[in-house]
């Protein structure tokens, strides 16, 4: 559908969040879900940029996306002005989050992989959870919606990898150290992969349920082009799911990675 963009922001250098209006995709699209934009009105580039949704405002019929510009696609989205209709696929996914009520919950994020942790954050607040949430970031140039995830948190945790703002180190040391005062009865997690192999591992050693959003390359967002393979543990015989269609949100214990 063509929806119609009512804000751009500039939240950083090369970091934009988008505000669109679509009663359709409000009312229907669930945490750990994703688009597919047409960035383009021609056919350059072809294919369709998978982004994953930021918040979710239903009563105004407004979802909303945060991008960086990693390459040509994502420049001509950036191009977009308020008024512009940009043609999005979604919300698509079929794995979610799995949204509890009244536990202790850890939510860790690094890099563009903190964006849809967001409104996940804000619908598990509204259902009485305790949550801490932990975000890393390479350096304190790409930090960034401080504010908008301490609303959303009980426990709030900024980590940098060369120490240049808030916690030195990376954000997973800190969830371990917590971990061993007080266990969680949920972990979810988005980010780069060496992130999500360690908390993978961690929540499994631990004995901790874990639930980790994937992130890979998808042209089509349906399961059509089987680019976003990924190995799934189904008892003696893994086999290979689909990041957009089984996912992009799995229980840690049943993905290899």
């Known amino acids: 559908m ?13 970091l934009f ?4 209006e679509s009663d359709e995709i409000a009312k229907t699209a669930k945490p750990g879900q994703f688009l597919e934009i047409r960035v383009s009105d021609n056919i ?23 991008f960086q510009i990693r390459g040509k696609g ?15 696929l979604g919300p698509l996914g079929y794995g979610t989050f799995e949204i509890k009520e009244n536990k202790r919950i850890m939510i860790i994020g690094g890099g563009i992989g903190i964006f849809p ?15 801490t949430v932990y975000l890393g970031f390479r350096n304190k140039d790409f930090v960034c919606l401080e504010e908008e995830f301490k609303k959303v948190s ?3 945790v900024v980590t940098t990898d060369d120490g240049s703002y808030a916690n030195p180190g990376f954000a997973i040391e800190y969830m371990k150290k917590d971990i061993l005062e007080d266990k969680p ?12 192999k360690a908390v993978r591992e961690l929540s499994i050693n631990e004995n901790i349920p874990c639930q980790i959003s994937l992130e890979e390359r998808m042209g089509c967002g349906i399961g059509a082009c089987l680019g976003c393979a990924v190995k799934v543990i189904s008892g003696d015989n893994p086999r290979y799911g ?16």
């Open 154 to 156: 009980d426990k709030f």
């Open 74 to 88: 994502t420049k001509i989205l950036s191009e977009k002005k308020e008024g512009d209709l940009i043609d999005i």
């Open 117 to 131: 942790l967001y409104e996940l954050s804000k619908n598990l607040k509204e259902k009485g959870n305790n949550t």
């Open 185 to 196: 009865d949920m972990i979810y997690a988005c980010g780069p992969l060496p992130m999500l």
């Open 44 to 66: 350059d580039p072809f294919l369709r940029r998978p982004i994953s949704i930021y918040n979710i405002d239903k009563e105004n019929k407004i979802v909303e996306f945060i």
């Open 242 to 257: 689909h990041v957009c269609k089984e996912g992009p949100v799995f229980n840690a214990n049943e993905v290899e990675i």
């Open 2 to 14: 063509k929806v119609k963009l009512v804000k751009k922001e500039a939240l950083k250098e090369n």
């Open 17 to 20: 969040k988008f505000s669109v």
